[in-house]
């Protein structure tokens, strides 16, 4: 399914992605886009298999508004970034910001005359309390920003401080953390659970209609954008894969986070059929450390040297995910971050490298052709959701990559929500997913592999779901954050690059695309290569970008 990759929330805790036959659910009212008396009315899809929950808490990762939308379509942040070009940014709640003290001071200064849908005025208050709360509530921190302070200046301004230089949290304060209204919020005992039904936001559209199969989201009357949205109502679904399936042939399924291998057949079917799969993050083999024998370093070397990436990629991604090929896991965008003594490490597929990696760390090879040492076999289990077909795919052909090397793969299916749970929880061997891609800064993709405060111990993980633990990655992490030193910060990076080579933390596979397909048939104005405004995918944080752009066909 779709690569909400922007979409943190659900993302780093519920890691809710995959890919199903093109686009990815479908559901009973497939005739409901197209015009209506009320204006025009697109049917999306960002999500397969499981029935809807009526709750829309933006906090909460299993929420229905984070797992099949977008949070900012009701639940607005103060900046939007355009995920295509790193550095650009879109105003919004907020109308500036500023850093100052050495970056340890940020302001914002907020838009007037903005209400909640509710008809209240939006203000320095409701920003205060906001990120009060993630001060408070660490469970709704995943982010794990560490605030000092945080005021009010007047109704229209906000400053924050803290205790070291915070710019690389500006990503996740201004982007990814929807506002929320004091008035009603104030009110709510436990938001880490709420079960939020009737959401109010500052967002261009409000909640409409509800079922477990879909629900309607139609144009805020009081939204501060003058004409916005053209779109009247966006209508998400869910359902099976396979009426999925038939809105995508029958072409009644306007915007999904899907892919297939054959969707440049599916585009040359009919003009109004679209696809834009552009790449943002890192797909990876990620294990469980705690857990033998991934535990064991060599094991992990062995297997990244024994997995064929342009192969896996070609079969299981149709091609249209890039092997990433720096042994630092960056991408290519990120190379020129690349310490120069990792810039000509490459990833190679090499299997006698790898039964050769296990030898010398000790395993013999016993007489099914599998390893072994101590009198256990070297297997390893990889699971994700079933209805994942892309990673599905993938382990199945790892699965005989690594056979053929002495190490044995068993592929386990299990629902979206036990994959969440499990990943959370350190209930898992090995799981194939992607990582945090944020502004591009190579930061966050080491953060979210390799910051341990991400998985306490004992508890809930948000990210780093491997429970990589070092003093080393932590330090480095927070002096790149902390020093307003290029040298220093890039020293640093450097550091945590070494750890990626040398430890192997996580196995690189290839780029994570950000799948996108829409029609063109009901509306027009959707974000292309041409005009890399946002992502195509309806199910992050930029997709409301996306849906104040569109202006309908009739």
Known sequence: MGRSRTNQRSVRVLAVAGLTALALVGCSNAGSSGSSSSGTTLTVNNNEGEPLTDNFNPL?????????????????????????RPGVTYPWLATSSAWSNGDK????????????????PFTSSDVVYTFDLLKKVSAVNVYGIQFANIVANGKYQVTMTFAQPAFADFYYIAEVTPMLPEHIWSKVSDPATYTDTNPVGTGPYVLAHFTPQNFMLNKNPHYW????????????VAGTATSLQTMVNNDTLDWSSGGSPGAQK??????????????GGVVSLEPNLARWPLSDVSVRKAISL???????????????????????????????????????DKLTYDPAAAKAVLKKAGYSLGSNGIFEKGGKQLAITIEDPSGFV??????????????????????????????????ASGNFESTIRWSDYGNGDPYYL???????????????????????NSSASQSA????????????????????????????PVIPLFDAADWGTYLTKNAVGWPSPHNPYADDSPGASYAEVVALRLRPVH
Request: charged share 15%; glycine share 8%.
């Open 60 to 84: 909460d990762p299993t929420s229905t508004l984070n797992v099949y939308g977008s949070f900012s379509m009701i639940y607005e942040p103060l900046v939007q970034y355009d995920s295509q």
């Open 105 to 120: 001071t940020l302001t914002f200064n907020l838009r007037k005359n903005v209400t909640w849908s509710d008809g209240k």
């Open 225 to 236: 954008q003058a004409g916005l949205p053209k779109i009247a109502s966006l209508d998400y």
């Open 266 to 279: 599916w585009v040359k079917q009919n003009p109004v059929n679209h696809y834009w799969f552009p790449g």
């Open 306 to 344: 024994a997995v064929n990436r342009p192969v896996v990629g070609t079969r299981g991604e149709f091609g249209y995910e890039t092997p990433i090929i720096s042994t630092t896991g960056m991408l290519p965008s990120q190379q020129n971050y690349v310490a120069a003594q990792f810039a000509s």
């Open 390 to 423: 892309d990673y599905i795919t993938d382990c199945q052909l790892i699965d005989t990559e690594l056979k053929q090397v002495g190490i044995a793969v068993t592929c386990d299916g299990v629902s979206t929500n036990a994959w969440g749970s499990d990943l």
């Open 446 to 468: 080491y953060n979210g592999w390799l910051n341990s405060t991400l998985a306490p111990k004992g508890g809930q993980a948000s990210d780093d779901f491997e429970r990589w």
């Open 477 to 504: 992490l927070n002096t790149y954050i902390s020093t307003t030193s290029t040298a220093t910060r890039s020293q640093a990076l450097a550091t945590l690059e070494g750890i990626i080579v040398n430890q192997v």
